[in-house]
């Protein structure tokens, strides 16, 4: 059998799906005939980012869904089950934060930070087992981020201190790829496969607008440029296809490489 790229019958759930990166991704996997669905709290977000491909496609869906709750996580996942009968992959992209200063940060902020970027991963891993155990297959997509690899450098943001990211999330990053690999060894006996993407520089389109901090992101990369959307998606539709079916544990970072220097 040749594996493809072709996504054409996969049932793809994402939590995060309409934000700038998330809906990079979704066209992407849209594009490539994936029937998907994404999860989040807010569904006129949704349709105003998916305008569009909406008025194009029937293969793109929202299910009312908050990662702060295992029962609402469920629930969704139950919901696209029986709509479907399968779900074959499930990209966890959506994080909650707040807090960001290294020294005066609350305790109760941190809490939230690693909650929302770390503890919600977990519960939507927890909660797909059952679907993939009983279907014999499937995949898992984590999103993690270079700062779960590496320490910011902090001279980047001597200028820029309102961009400054904050501790708890590269900790939480840098948990997401360990629990990627955890559940890559404990899934593996059931055909499950769990990897992890880690994004380098990408920054939101309201950030691209202080021109000079995006200089000096792009001046920390080989490539000397940030990324866009579209560099991002192709390592989701990769890991999402048949062609990936023996790569498991593994942490696919897309940086431009800035890790590497």
């Not at 006129?44 to 299910?63: Q, R, T, Y």
């Not at 629930?75 to 290294?102: C, H, K, M, T």
């Not at 990211?165 to 404990?186: C, E, F, M, R, W």
């Not at 000397?224 to 023996?246: C, H, W």
Request: net charge negative; glycine share 10%; with cysteine.
């Amino acid at each position: 059998m040749v594996y493809t790229f072709n996504l054409k019958n996969k049932v793809i759930l994402l939590t995060g799906g309409y934000g700038y990166l998330g809906k990079g991704i979704v066209e992407s996997l849209v594009f490539h005939e994936a029937t998907v669905y994404i999860l989040g709290r807010s569904e006129s977000k949704f349709k105003a980012a998916f305008e569009g491909i909406l008025s194009e496609s029937s293969e793109l869906h929202f299910v009312a869904c908050d990662i702060i709750s295992s029962e609402s996580i469920a629930e969704a996942f139950r919901y696209v089950y029986g709509q479907e009968g399968r779900i074959d992959v499930l990209i966890n992209n959506a994080f909650y934060s707040r807090g960001q200063s290294p020294e005066t940060m609350k305790d109760e902020d941190w809490d939230f930070g690693i909650d929302g970027a770390l503890s919600s991963v977990f519960r939507s891993i927890k909660a797909i087992i059952p679907f993939f155990k009983e279907k014999g297959s499937g995949k898992i997509i984590n999103v993690s981020s270079m700062y779960g690899i590496v320490a910011p450098q902090f001279e980047i943001y001597d200028e820029f201190p309102q961009y400054l990211n904050p501790p708890h999330y590269g900790a939480a990053k840098a948990g997401v790829i360990q629990l990627t690999k955890y559940y890559a060894s404990y899934l593996g006996q059931y055909n499950i496969q769990v990897n992890a993407v880690t994004p380098g520089p990408f920054p939101s389109e309201s950030v691209q607008q202080s021109g000079g901090f995006v200089q000096a992101l792009a001046h920390k990369t080989s490539l000397n440029r940030i990324g866009k959307p579209e560099d991002l998606a192709g390592a989701f539709v990769f890991l999402a296809a048949d062609t990936s079916n023996f790569i498991t544990g593994q942490n696919i970072v897309v940086d431009g490489g800035w890790t590497s220097k």
